[in-house]
Nanobody
Framework: QVQLVQSGGGLVQPGGSLRLSCAAS????????MGWFRQAPGKERELVAT???????NYANSVKGRFTISRDNAKNTVALQMNSLKPEDTAVYYC?????????WGQGTQVTVSS
C-alpha cells in the first residue's frame, strides 16, 4: 500500500507561480510513472503531467511551457512547478501513482488563480 501526501497550493493571482509536492510512503525508485491530475468544478478529472523513472515527461497541451514536473527518487517526492498561472488552472490537483497493480491518489490540493 502507498500513501501519497500532498503539500503546496493555495491562492495566487494570474501570472503567479505555485509549487505542489507529493511525498510517497514507499521508495519511488522502482515506480515507473507518477503524475499529476486536476479536477475543476463541474468537470472531469484530467491529466496534467506525468514523469517516468527515466525522467521522460508528458504534459497536457494546456500547461505545456508553463508547468514542470520533476521527481526526486532519493526523497521519494514528485513536484509540480506551475508558472504563469491562469484562472482556468483553478482546480483541485491530485498526484497519482500505479504500484503493484493498484492506483493510489494523494488527498488533493486546492489551487485557485484569481485576482
Amino acid at each position: 500500500q502507498v500513501q501519497l501526501v500532498q503539500s503546496g497550493g493555495g491562492l495566487v493571482q494570474p501570472g503567479g507561480s505555485l509549487r505542489l509536492s507529493c511525498a510517497a510512503s514507499v521508495s519511488i525508485f522502482t515506480i515507473n510513472a507518477m503524475g499529476w491530475f486536476r479536477q475543476a468544478p463541474g468537470k472531469e478529472r484530467e491529466l496534467v503531467a506525468t514523469i517516468t523513472s527515466g525522467g521522460s515527461t508528458n504534459y497536457a497541451n494546456s500547461v505545456k511551457g508553463r508547468f514542470t514536473i520533476s521527481r526526486d527518487n532519493a526523497k521519494n517526492t514528485v513536484a509540480l512547478q506551475m508558472n504563469s498561472l491562469k484562472p482556468e488552472d483553478t482546480a483541485v490537483y491530485y498526484c497519482k501513482t500505479y504500484y503493484h497493480g493498484y492506483d493510489y491518489w494523494g488527498q488533493g490540493t486546492q489551487v485557485t488563480v484569481s485576482s
